[in-house]
């Protein structure tokens, strides 16, 4: 697990950007049971998610007209039982941190894995939210 200091900076990112955050697995369970549309970003301390993932899915909701409902994050080895219990809702897509997900009224629609946003600008990751929003949003 992840001392708080390292990881509440990286959490802040998101949050200070109006997501919200889900700690325990029933957090995870109410919020993607839901109906309407989540976005889940699955954070990491990885480089990936620091140059890439946190500023492509901000860039995202920022920057179009459509956007999930609501807007979640969990921290992978931080929020351990609530990213576990996200990891149940993404299969059968394997274990991957950073991801991102939207959910629609509770199904899974669509997946960015880790392999996904290794080495891709956050502007392709933002892209890439953008058209999932269009279509689920």
Not at 84 to 93: F, S
Request: proline content about 7%; some cysteine.
């Amino acid at each position: 697990m992840y001392p708080a200091e390292i990881v509440m900076p990286m959490k802040a990112e998101l949050t200070d950007s109006g997501f919200e955050e889900m700690i325990t697995p029933n957090d995870v369970d109410s919020i993607l049971n839901s109906e309407g549309t989540t976005l889940v970003m699955v954070n990491s301390v990885c480089g990936c998610a620091a140059g890439c993932a946190r500023p492509g899915v901000v860039m995202a909701v920022n920057n179009t007209t459509k956007r999930p409902d609501r807007l979640t994050t969990s921290f992978a080895g931080f929020d351990v039982d609530a990213v576990n219990k996200i990891r149940e809702h993404l299969l059968p897509y394997p274990p991957s941190s950073p991801a991102i997900a939207l959910f629609k009224d509770g199904q899974l629609v669509h997946m960015v894995e880790r392999h996904q946003i290794e080495g891709r600008p956050a502007q392709v990751i933002a892209r890439n939210l953008i058209a999932a929003f269009e279509t689920y949003c």
